[in-house]
């Protein structure tokens, strides 16, 4: 008899990243669309975003206000900006200490993320409120 298990994740907690790079220039990898708890409205947004090297699974990805994954006056772009902004000054600023927590009130979708980073030491924290589209 074959047992298999396979494990459905419905809430990503959040992750930590030591240090931070700008990818290699390579095709942007497909990634899944369909999240937990997306509403019409959202986007899969990476926690890490492709640039960085991000992955394109669900470990990566949450459902996330469009308000919150694009455009101009996103807290969420101008935290990425910052980020890349600093790996291509000359010389390259370190993006260190990433670590990013993903809030929930009960259900699959996050109603916010708490950020906090490091760019040459100097350290940024925020809570980025993710609004029902």
């Not at 220039?25 to 899944?32: A, P, Q, T, V």
């Not at 369909?34 to 090297?53: E, K, Q, V, W």
């Amino acid at each position: 008899m074959m047992v298999s298990t396979f494990w459905l994740l419905t809430e990503v907690p959040g992750l930590n990243v030591a240090k931070l790079f700008l990818k290699a220039k390579r095709k942007r990898f497909r990634n899944i669309r369909l999240t937990p708890g997306r509403l019409r409205g959202d986007d899969a947004g990476h926690l890490i975003a492709d640039m960085f090297d991000g992955s394109p699974a669900l470990d990566n990805l949450v459902s996330q206000a469009k308000s919150v994954n694009r455009g101009a006056g996103s807290k969420w772009t101008a935290m990425e900006r910052a980020w890349r902004k600093a790996l291509k000054a000359h010389p390259p600023r370190a993006v260190t200490d990433i670590e990013i927590k993903v809030l929930y009130d009960g259900t699959s979708r996050p109603t916010a993320f708490e950020v906090e980073y490091k760019i040459d030491g100097h350290l940024v924290s925020d809570t980025i409120p993710n609004p029902i589209p």
